[in-house]
T-cell receptor, first 116, second 113 residues
Framework: EAGVTQSPTHLIKTRGQQATLRCSPI?????VYWYQQALGLGLQFLLW???????NRGNFPPRFSGRQFPNYSSELNVNALELEDSALYLC???????????????FGDGTRLSIL | QKEVEQNSGPLSVPEGAIASLNCTYS??????FFWYRQYSGKSPELIMS????GDKEDGRFTAQLNKASQYVSLLIRDSQPSDSATYLC?????????????FGRGTQLTVWP
């Protein structure tokens, strides 16, 4: 079974540009989550999509946005890039939850975004 | 602000020893708890999940949960150099609209031969 796949692996941009990161979840998973992991910092929650809808959003400015497609893949868009956006961006997916228990999230290998 | 705190590292143990990693969380409504392992430059890999009070064992790994104390731990028995990584504690709230995970900063573990 294929895991979560992310593309590109690396992305180099300059300040003010826009970046698009892509994620394909594990087959059968409908939820996609995006996290930012800056150097030396923990994982910070960005966005959660499920069934094509944005379900929750972390404490990030509106220039961080995304969407989920009918096949459950997802895009993360970052506009007006700033130097501090340099980080590893991780996508995770999970299956539908049942009852009070949540299926664990499984991560892709990430996209390393570097802003020059 | 919901917080997940992990014991400060780095933690260094000899090969064959037991490594003990600890995590506390602030939100009593939390229902699901996870331990991830992250090798340097790699993405987090799920190694344990626990939902009920008590112990859960999987091979050399044992997760322990105490909801009354808001405490979750991970024990690694017979530690191996390949266990050297950063271990992330993650907590998920109850509620169908709250799918996010709250992560601790991680504890870096080094197992020396």
């Amino acid at each position: 079974e294929a895991g979560v796949t992310q593309s590109p692996t690396h992305l180099i941009k300059t300040r003010g540009q826009q970046a698009t990161l892509r994620c394909s979840p594990i087959s059968g998973h409908t939820s996609v989550y995006w996290y930012q992991q800056a150097l030396g910092l923990g994982l910070q929650f960005l966005l959660w999509y499920d069934e094509g809808e944005e379900r929750n959003r972390g404490n990030f400015p509106p220039r961080f946005s995304g969407r989920q497609f009918p096949n459950y893949s997802s895009e993360l868009n970052v506009n007006a890039l700033e130097l501090e956006d340099s980080a590893l961006y991780l996508c995770a997916s999970s299956a539908l939850t049942t009852g009070d228990y949540y299926e664990p999230q499984h991560f892709g290998d990430g996209t390393r975004l570097s802003i020059l | 602000q919901k917080e997940v705190e992990q014991n400060s590292g780095p933690l260094s143990v000899p090969e064959g020893a037991i490594a003990s990693l600890n995590c506390t969380y602030s939100d009593r409504g939390s229902q699901s708890f996870f331990w991830y392992r992250q090798y340097s430059g790699k993405s987090p890999e799920l190694i344990m999940s626990i939902y009920s009070n008590g112990d859960k064992e999987d091979g050399r790994f044992t997760a322990q949960l105490n909801k009354a104390s808001q405490y979750v731990s991970l024990l690694i028995r017979d530690s191996q150099p390949s266990d050297s990584a950063t271990y992330l504690c993650a907590v998920r709230e109850r509620g169908s609209t709250l799918g996010r995970l709250y992560f601790g900063r991680g504890t870096q573990l080094t197992v020396w031969p």
